[in-house]
C-alpha cells in the first residue's frame, strides 16, 4: 500500500518511523518535505544564553533507515476521494493512504512586537542580552498572544532572561510576562499555573495574567483593564495559523478538522497529525501521539489485525520548581542549559525519540531522572484539557482574533468548494 506522509517536522518522522515498524512491508512509504533537515528544537530557547542550540538532522538519513523515498516539495491540496495531492512545485501523486503533519504557520502575536519562539533567530534576542549588558534596556515585556500558542518559552525565557540580567551585574532590570491565561500554563491544572507564578515571582519577574496585550504609544495597553506598561521592549511568542490546505475540513483559522481516530472530517483515506490539527495544544509530545494514532489506522487499512494501541493522549514531564537559583537560570555545564521542563529533551514518543538517541542527536538528560524530589510532576489527559479553561482561551482567541487575508481568503475558497462538492459539482 502506498502511503504518503506530508510533513518532516516531529508528527511526520514519528508516523515515518512508526509506519515502518508497525506495517513493515505492507507499505511503501513516501516522505514528502519542503526542507532537507529535520530540526530538533528542544533546547533552542536557551540558545541566546550559549546553553542550548537547534539540532539539524538529514531527513535523507532518517528515511533510509525507515525504507522510504523522499521527495523535497510540498503539499498544497488534497483530493482524498481521488487518493491525489498536488504540490507545490507543479506536479501531483497518487496515494492509497495520506499522513497531513505539514505544521502550523507562525504569525506575529502582538503588532509592532519583536516575534521570538524557539524556531526562530536566536541573534534576535542576542542582541537584546547586549542591549541589557551595555545598560540600554531596563524595561522588558515578554507578552503570550490569545490564540493557538504553545506558552512555555515565553516563561522560560523570562526566567533565562532574568538570571542573565543578575549575572551581568544588572539588578533593576524590570521584565514582565503578560498572558491572557489565568494562570501560567493554565491548561495543565492549578498546581503548574502556582508553581510557574510563585517560580517567575522567585526570578523577580512580573507576572500579569487574564490579560490581552497591544502596542501603543511605544508601551504597552492591556485589555480588558485598559492598564498601560511604559516598557522599552517587546517581545512575544507567535500566535499559530492552520496550513489551510485546500480539499481538507478546516476551521476558520485554517487548522485541520479531525475524529478521534485522526482521520480528517468527510474524508477516507487521509489522516491529520500534528500543529497543524485543530486542538487546544501545541506540543511535541501531543504531535508523536497524534502521529501514532494515525500509524494505527493506517496500519489497519494495510492490513495490520492489532497494531499498538497508542492510548490516551497525555501529557506529562515535570516542572523544575523549588530548586537553587542557579541550577534553572544559568547553564550547568557545557552544553547543558536549565529549563523549566524535564526531561531537558521534551519531545515524547515512541519512535522519534528513540531514532534521536540512537543516533547520538537526543542529550541524555532528556532520558535520565532529575533528583529525587526536585519539581512537579505534570501528568494531564488532553481531553481534561478541553474543558473550561480551553473554552475560556477559545473565547479570548475569537474576540481578539488577528485578522489574517490570506487565511480568510482560503476559508472563503474552502467553503466554496465545499458547497459545490456537497451539490453534486466536481
Known amino acids: 500500500m502506498d502511503v504518503l506522509i506530508a510533513g518532516g517536522g516531529v508528527a511526520g518522522v514519528e508516523a515515518l518511523l512508526g509506519l515502518r515498524e508497525v506495517a513493515g512491508t505492507r507499505v511503501r512509504l513516501t516522505l514528502l518535505a519542503p526542507d532537507p533537515d529535520f530540526v530538533y528544537r528542544p533546547m533552542a530557547v536557551a540558545e541566546p544564553f550559549g546553553a542550548g542550540m537547534a539540532r539539524h538532522v538529514q ?29 507545490r512545485g507543479g506536479g501531483s501523486r497518487g496515494f492509497d493512504a495520506l499522513l497531513v503533519a505539514t505544521g502550523a504557520r507562525a504569525v506575529a502575536g502582538v503588532e509592532g512586537a519583536v516575534t521570538w519562539w524557539p524556531e526562530g533567530d536566536p541573534e534576535i534576542y542576542g542582541g ?8 540600554y534596556s531596563k524595561r522588558l515585556a515578554i507578552v503570550v498572544p490569545p490564540g ?6 515565553a516563561y522560560e525565557l523570562a526566567i533565562m532572561t532574568a538570571g542573565e540580567a543578575y549575572a551581568l551585574g544588572h539588578d533593576d532590570v524590570q521584565i514582565t510576562v503578560v498572558t491572557p491565561e489565568r494562570a501560567p500554563l493554565s491548561l495543565f491544572g492549578p498546581e503548574a499555573g502556582a508553581a510557574v507564578a510563585d517560580e517567575l515571582k522567585r526570578a523577580g519577574v512580573r507576572l500579569i495574567t487574564g490579560a490581552v496585550a497591544q502596542r501603543a504609544n511605544g508601551g504597552l495597553q492591556l485589555a480588558p483593564s485598559g492598564e498601560r506598561l ?22 476558520e483559522e485554517g487548522f485541520v478538522l479531525v475524529g478521534e481516530d485522526g482521520r480528517v472530517r468527510d474524508a477516507q483515506r487521509t489522516w491529520a497529525a500534528g500543529d497543524g490539527v485543530d486542538a ?4 511535541g509530545g501531543l504531535a508523536t501521539h497524534q502521529a501514532r494514532v494515525a500509524v494505527a489506522g493506517i496500519a489497519r487499512l494495510a492490513g495490520v489485525a492489532a497494531p499498538p494501541d497508542p492510548g490516551e493522549a497525555v501529557v506529562q514531564g515535570r516542572l523544575l520548581v523549588g530548586g537553587t537559583r542557579s541550577r534553572r537560570l544559568r547553564p550547568t555545564g557545557a552544553g547543558q542549559s536549565a529549563p523549566l521542563w524535564w526531561p531537558q529533551g521534551k519531545v515524547a514518543g515512541e519512535y522519534l525519540p528513540r531514532w534521536l538517541a540512537e543516533h547520538g542527536f537526543a542529550p541524555t538528560s532528556a532520558t535520565a531522572a532529575p533528583p529525587d524530589g526536585e519539581g512537579l510532576v505534570i501528568r494531564r489527559e488532553v481531553r481534561a484539557m478541553a474543558g473550561a479553561e480551553a473554552q475560556y ?10 485578522d489574517d487575508p490570506a487565511i480568510a481568503s482560503l476559508g472563503r475558497e474552502m467553503r466554496a468548494v465545499q458547497a459545490r462538492s456537497s451539490h453534486g459539482t466536481p
Open 148 to 153: 493557538a500558542v504553545w506558552p512555555l518559552p
Open 393 to 402: 482561551l477559545f473565547d479570548l482567541r475569537r474576540r481578539y482574533r488577528i
Open 59 to 87: 531527513l535523507a538519513d532518517i528515511a533510509a533507515d525507515a525504507g522510504a523515498d523522499l521527495v523535497a516539495d510540498a503539499l498544497v491540496a488534497v483530493d482524498d476521494g481521488a487518493r491525489q495531492v498536488r504540490l
Open 128 to 135: 537584546l542580552l547586549r542591549d541589557i549588558d551595555e545598560g
Open 280 to 283: 487546544p495544544l501545541k506540543f
Open 230 to 251: 511604559d516598557v522599552e521592549r517587546v517581545f512575544a511568542v507567535p500566535r499559530l495559523l492552520g496550513p489551510a490546505i485546500e480539499g481538507l475540513a478546516a476551521d
